[in-house]
Structures are given as C-alpha cells and as structure tokens.
C-alpha cells in the first residue's frame, strides 16, 4: 500500500553470532565482530565500530560459534524507503549501533514491469552514502511488499515475480546455497544467539502467493469513524483465499516447532491492526485467524509480530486466549502520510515522521524483557513499550 505522495560496553571485544536457517545444508555462519572504544556524546552512544561479517561456509558447526558473552541484542527496522530521497534516516540507524537491520518492505518503490528498470533503482539505493554506511556497519537481511515485489498492492498474479525475486535476493546478498534462492517466494528465517536464549526471526512473504485483494463496497459506511477517508478494500469472504499459500504456512508451522524463546514475525503490511479498507491482514480474517490458531497449537511462546506499508508508526495487540499478540508497525524511513487510519487494537502511536523501530532485547536480567522503541528522524525517541518475556508464554501444565 501507500503510493508515494546508556549503556558501555567495557568489554573491548564483543562477538555476536547469526545463523542462517534457510542455508540448504546448514553450514553457513554469518560472524560480526564489533571492536568498541567507547565515548558518549549527548545522548546517542556513539562508538567506533570496527565490524566484519565473515562467512564460513566450509564448516558444520551451527550453534558451536555462539559467544555465550552477549545478553543484549539490539534489532532496528523499517520500511517504505524511496530510492528517489536521501534517506539520512540510515546514518540514525548506525548511530544506535543495532546488531541487525531488518527492511520490511517496500525498500524501493520499482513498481515497473521492466526489470532493467527495477534493478536501476535498486543500485539507486545502494549508492546513496547512507545506505553505503548501513551496510557497512550493520548485517541486513530483508523481505518485500508490494512496491519492491514490482507494483502497488499486487499479489501472486504479478507477472514477473521471479525475475523480481532474483534481483532482491542478489540486492540483500543472500547467499547462493540459501533455501530462499530454491523454493518458490522470498520467506525464510535466521537465529540469533544471546546468552542461552534463541531469537529467530521469521521472514514472511505476503506477496508472491497473496490471492487478489476485493473492491470496498460500501460495507463499512454504517460506521462514521471510516467517513474521513476512501477505503479500497473489503474484508474477504471466501475462506479459501489466502496470504501465505500452502507451501509457506507448512513451513512456518515447522518454523514455530523449532526451539526458540522469542519468535520475531515479520511481515510486510499490518497484522495486528483492525480492518481499515488499505491492505492488511485484515482483509484476509480467516488467514488472521490461521496465524493465531497456528501459534496456539504448536505452542510457541515469545511470539510478537513487526510490520510495515502504512507510513507511520504504532503498536498494536490482539487479546487471545492464551497470550497477547503484538504488532510494532515502522513505517517511514523516507514516505509520509497524512492521517491514521481508525485501528481499537492501538496502543502506542501514531507517530508520523519519518523514522525507525528498535527492539532491545535484554537476557540479561532475571525476567528479560523486549523493549520496543520508536527513534524519529530528528533523533528523538517518541515511542516506548516494554513486554516482560513471561508474559508472552502459554501456561505451564
Ligand atoms: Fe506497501
């Protein structure tokens, strides 16, 4: 959607580790090496970094290298980045020093059928200076959404999804034995390592099997809260319709088996949000409902949910019957939009300018905890949200 209109590390030396879970024979371990000096300068910690990822494809030794010495893990994000603004946003992002960014969709806004003219804007993007100093100093992995994926709010009748998906995945470099490069659409998931916790974070791709979206018809006009904007969309009522596709939610169930104390799902328009006539999860509710009642019955706890599109920041939750289900929506790390939409899941938010989401992960005491945080373009920080892991689990029987 949305066309374009303190804390010292004493420790010198600090290893933190990333596993690829979608690398075909499960070799690859993405390594980066942060060398810190520290100084503080007003309220950002500012630090020279000296960071390599090295990639050891030759050895299998999955979890071996994990550093047992990192309690706090650090995950920015965001979305909806156009490759025709300077995008200072990205020199914020380094100044926070996050262990990984996360693009979310909408990276760039290709919406072509050219793909010669998709890849110009992409290397559009990879020249801009500050996107030379993200890359250089944070690990990146990424999924898509609509304008990335090729054309505004478009699904699997995309016609050059494939061609599309080869050149996001060689943008984001992921790796030629990845399992991404071999199945069909861009989802896939990696693993991060603190202390003795996993954080797996699930890329999600609600484009390349997403049925098509039904034309609004005026079935919400009863309610006067939707009066001060025209709606595209209906909810679908066709149960057989869906947003992930057979294949990817039989790949996320294994996902959701696998062991991990905190599961990241990251998908590229809303999750958490009530319908609003713009895309979202909302418009498929029996996909919504799948989503839930998967976490349910494979019992993965830590399950919280980040999304983008929409232009502005904001949270959201889902009661459900076993444990709240989050969204933390970032969206504008160079669009803008003029209003929020009517959401009763919200929270926390909106917030309108220009910015990027933080997840501060932190093992290290007794009860962790997941500190979300909105920072804006003017380095300010305007949102702020902690969960207590223990809140997210099912209860011990
Ligand atoms: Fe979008």
């Given at each position: 959607m949305r066309k374009l209109f303190i804390l010292i590390f004493f420790t010198p030396l600090l290893v933190f580790s990333q596993v690829d879970n979608n690398t075909k024979s499960s070799e690859s371990i993405h390594k980066k090496t942060v060398n810190q000096s520290n100084t503080i300068k007003n309220k950002i910690h500012k630090e020279s970094i000296d960071q390599s990822i090295k990639i050891s494809?030759?050895?299998?030794r999955r979890d071996a290298s994990f550093s047992k010495n990192k309690s706090i893990l650090k995950i920015a994000f965001g979305s909806c980045a156009s490759?025709?603004?300077?995008?200072?946003i990205f020199n914020n992002v380094v100044n926070h020093q996050p262990d990984i960014f996360i693009f979310l969709g909408d990276n760039i806004y290709g919406d072509t059928k050219d793909m010669q003219e998709l890849k110009e804007k992409y290397n559009q993007l990879s020249e801009k200076e500050s996107y030379k100093n993200l890359k250089k100093n944070v690990p990146i992995i990424a999924t898509w959404d609509d304008h990335d994926y090729g054309w505004n709010d478009i699904g699997k009748n995309y016609k050059y999804k494939e061609e599309s998906k080869e050149i996001f995945l060689d943008f984001f470099d992921v790796s030629e034995n990845s399992s991404r490069r071999v199945h069909e659409g861009i989802y896939g998931s990696y693993n991060y390592k603190l202390d003795d916790m996993t954080v797996q974070i699930i890329l999600l791709?609600?484009?390349?099997f997403r049925d098509d979206l039904v034309t609004y018809k005026g079935e919400f006009n009863f309610d006067n809260r939707y009066s001060f904007y025209k709606q595209d969309y209906a909810p679908h009522k066709?149960?057989?319709?869906?947003?992930?596709?057979k294949e990817q939610w039989s790949w996320l169930e294994n996902e959701l088996k696998n062991q991990a104390d905190i599961r990241i799902i990251a998908t590229g328009t809303q999750f958490g949000i009530e319908w609003n006539g713009y895309e979202a999860w909302a418009n498929f509710p029996h996909e919504q409902k799948k989503m839930l009642d998967l976490i349910n019955k494979t019992k993965a706890n830590g399950v919280f949910f980040i999304s983008g599109d929409v232009h502005y920041s904001e949270i959201s939750k889902i009661q459900t019957d076993f444990y709240p289900i989050y969204d933390f929506t970032s969206s504008g790390l160079s669009s803008t939009w003029k209003f929020s939409t009517p959401n009763k899941n919200r929270i926390e938010g909106p917030i309108m300018e220009n910015h990027f989401g933080l997840i501060t992960i932190n093992s290290q005491i007794k009860t962790p905890t997941i500190l979300m945080e909105t920072w804006d373009i003017y380095d300010n920080q305007r949102l702020e949200y902690i969960i207590n892991l223990e809140d997210l689990q099912f209860n011990k029987e």
């Open positions: 494809s030759d050895r299998n490759q025709t603004h300077k995008l200072p791709d609600q484009r390349t066709d149960t057989t319709t869906t947003i992930l596709g």
